[in-house]
């Protein structure tokens, strides 16, 4: 089945940047996707990127893919206190929204 | 439109009790689902409504679980003679048919004790 991995926990410094990986297994994962999850909170979808992107930047989010490696990561400028929150990576495959695998997320933690 | 909505927010039975819990999901969305996400873990597909039919069920809902969006609009999530291992965060979300990202709702956190 659709597996999806990233490390456990991150922690920066305000103002530096952060950037969180994930890898998934299917390569059939037509959308990936980055949620935040702050504490005792649901999901905010922070962006997505189709598969026949490379890159995609909003902001102070840039997300690069890497479809051959099967590699995602999600890079945040200027890091903010506020940004402190678990960071979901996701994917589903053309099946729909409803297909939709996460990964174990990641805790980031900004030291002021 | 405020979003989507669940109740309660915090659930805490005792083992083998019966629980409900609902959601509201935005008004013109005619997609349901329901994950469960456990703690240190992200969330899991458990099942969807597109408007009232139940199109895919997951092999995480057991016998004990039933789901029901008896209008199209809001949904149930039902649990039966509750168990330790039901204790998660279950989570609700909403969207078009057809949409690529759906909303959360803020979730019902389930403890059994």
């Known amino acids: 089945g659709e597996d999806v991995e990233q490390s456990l926990f991150l922690s920066v410094r305000e103002g530096d940047s952060s950037v969180i990986n994930c890898t998934y297994t299917d390569s059939s994962s037509t959308y990936l996707y980055w949620y935040k999850q702050e504490p005792g909170a649901g999901l905010q979808l922070l962006t997505y990127?189709?598969?026949?992107?490379d890159m995609k930047q909003d902001q102070r989010l840039t997300v690069l893919l890497n479809k051959k490696d099967k590699h995602l990561s999600l890079r945040i400028a200027d890091t903010q206190t506020g940004d402190s929150a678990i960071y979901f990576c996701a994917e589903s495959d053309s099946g729909g929204y409803q297909k939709v695998t996460f990964g174990t997320g990641t805790k980031l933690q900004v030291i002021p | 439109d405020t979003g989507v909505s669940q109740d309660p927010r915090h659930k805490i039975t005792k083992r083998g009790q019966n629980v409900t819990f609902r959601c509201d999901p935005i008004?013109?969305?005619?997609?349901l689902y329901w994950y469960r996400q456990t703690l240190g873990q992200g969330p899991e597909f458990l099942t969807y409504?597109?408007?009232?039919?139940?199109?895919?069920k997951s092999r995480l809902l057991s016998d004990r679980f039933s789901a029901e969006r008896p209008k199209g609009s809001f949904s149930t999530l039902e649990i039966q003679r509750t168990e330790q291992g039901d204790s998660a965060m279950y989570l609700c979300?909403?969207?078009?048919?057809?949409?690529?990202?759906?909303?959360f709702g803020q979730g019902t956190r389930l403890t059994v004790v």
């Open positions: 409504f597109q408007n009232e039919a139940q199109l895919e």
């Open positions: 008004s013109e969305h005619n997609r």
């Open positions: 979300a909403s969207s078009l048919e057809g949409a690529r990202r759906a909303f």
């Open positions: 990127i189709f598969s026949n992107m």
